[in-house]
């Protein structure tokens, strides 16, 4: 049964993905089921079933988190051995990095091999989520600047590889404001490759404001492995838990070259390796996520966090601005450092003053590196959400038109 959508201006205030055409029919889905949702990070791809609640904060968790990462054999001789795969997925891969070769399927949140990428939602429903894919609809997340066309391939693979039987692609930025239960806002994504700074209006990214920054979480970590002449995961350690932003960097820069350098409440001075020594540090453990406000500090010729954010509100109309510096939201596991809030919010007071009375408010949630994917689960458990699909029926009659028509809908601006 046809039936035509008229709520269109209801939707447009109420959901973040919610622009949906009055001239095009959606498919009524009688019994909608459980949604699954699928967050496609450039480091992680975290997936669940929406509905049910079971963390101690009462936030429904991931049933799966896995490295977005493939991994296959150097040498095609060894797959003649016997309990030998030719494909390992995820942390599997990466525990057998020396002998595999390992590609990164999501690389600047963008897919650039979809065949990889296809194998890691295969072995999600197989292995995490122990689900047919054909069982539930699913929401899959998109990067706030990627393309179209990519979107037309991921509904490929998911409605004629993976057989599921309808589906949503929402923009991430929305999605992590959504968990913030707001739909006007700035959303800061701080992720693995890249910073995305997402103006957003009554849940509509404005994608012509779109800002995005080149350093991410890898970046960082980068840093740290050149200063520590550690390899790159025990770099990440190193800078989860001993890193953190200072409020003063040139100050705390005075404050360590005296000695007294003490670091933030809940955030080690020293860091332990595995055999049991103290890593001696010659950087101190801000400088590494200094370069989101420094870039400079690696070579990069691009302005701070702070300056991107406010550019990115200083160029969207004046009558929602005051709103946007109201809600400049973080999301993405790089915005995890002790300090970032403060600092930014310092750091975007000094560059508004006070013009015009401007209020900076920094807001923050915890759990907020899967904000992105708590968020999709809240947009799933809504009664409108059924809209909001494309189903397999609508795929194979309209095609890609279908994608460009309303999945597509979540990315433009």
Same mark, same amino acid.
């Given at each position: ?90 942390? @599997? ?208 010729? @691009? ?45 975007? @007071? ?8 401007? @209020? ?54």
């Amino acid at each position: 049964m046809l039936r035509r959508c008229r709520w269109r201006a209801f939707f447009k205030f109420l959901t973040p993905t919610l622009i949906l055409f009055d001239d095009f029919p959606v498919l009524a889905m009688p019994g909608l089921r459980e949604v699954v949702v699928i967050d496609n990070g450039s480091y992680t791809i975290k997936a669940g079933v929406s509905g049910t609640y079971g963390s101690p904060t009462g936030t429904k968790l991931p049933d799966g988190v896995l490295r977005a990462l493939i991994g296959r054999h150097r040498h095609p001789a060894l797959l003649t051995m016997p309990n030998i795969q030719a494909i390992y997925h995820g942390h @599997s891969a990466f525990r057998r990095r020396g002998i595999l070769g390992l590609r990164r399927p999501i690389q600047n949140a963008s897919i650039v091999n979809f065949d990889d990428v296809e194998a890691l939602w295969t072995y999600i429903y197989r292995e995490d989520l122990e689900l047919p894919p054909s069982s539930h609809p699913v929401m899959m997340t998109d990067s706030p600047l990627n393309n179209p066309q990519d979107r037309s391939r991921m509904a490929q693979i998911a409605f004629d590889t993976l057989n599921v039987p309808a589906l949503n692609i929402s923009n991430t930025a929305s999605l992590a404001l959504y968990a913030y239960s707001r739909t006007t806002g700035v959303v800061v994504d701080a992720g693995e490759d890249v910073t995305h700074i997402v103006p957003i209006q009554h849940g509509i990214p404005i994608r012509a404001k779109t800002l995005r920054i080149d350093i991410g979480g890898r970046d960082l970590a980068e840093s740290v492995a050149f200063s520590t002449g550690e390899v790159l995961h025990v770099a990440r350690d190193i800078l989860a838990k001993t890193g953190y932003v200072a409020l003063d960097h040139r100050g705390e820069v005075e404050v360590y070259r005296g000695g007294r350098g003490r670091p933030p409440e809940g955030v080690r001075e020293n860091y332990e390796l595995p055999d049991g020594s103290v890593l001696a540090m010659s950087d101190p453990p801000f400088m590494a996520p200094e370069l989101l406000f420094q870039p400079i500090l690696r070579g990069y010729n @691009s302005p701070g966090v702070h300056q991107q954010v406010e550019a990115c509100i200083s160029s969207v109309d004046t009558a929602i601005r005051q709103e946007l510096y109201s809600n400049v939201v973080l999301s993405g596991g790089s915005s995890l450092f002790p300090g970032l809030p403060e600092r930014l919010r310092k750091e975007m @007071s000094l560059l508004v003053g006070n013009e015009g009375k401007k @209020s900076v408010e920094v807001v923050t949630m915890e759990g907020r590196e899967i904000a992105s994917w708590i968020g999709g689960t809240i947009l799933a458990g809504l009664g409108i959400f059924e809209s909001m699909l494309a189903s397999k029926q609508e795929w194979q009659e309209f095609g890609e038109s279908i994608v460009h028509r309303r999945l597509d809908a979540a990315g433009s601006g």
